[in-house]
């Protein structure tokens, strides 16, 4: 769905250039990462949920960042005027280290 309202957005753009077609390809391939990252790997040979957390956590900084300049070329950063402070406070919390797990309850020995 999110993918769909991005680019209905740009359906009144009455001209389009190379890299804006190249701009959202890359912002649909970064949503399309982040429903891939949900997902565990463990189809992998060196699975951890570490590293699923730092791939979701990285992908979504890049995803923030991209949906900033998609609002920031189109003329709508302060649209609504909270918009920047929601992406930012959710950029903080990808960058914040994870909590110690142990500390939150979960099996040390992971049974």
Known sequence: MANWWGFFRWSDNPEWSFPQFLFLIFWSTMHYL?????YPYEF???YSEEMQEKFLLRAMLVMIVADLAENSVRGELLDPWYYPVFMGSLGALCLAPPRDRTRLGADPGGR
């Open 34 to 38: 982040l429903a891939v990252s949900i």
């Open 44 to 46: 992998l040979d060196q």
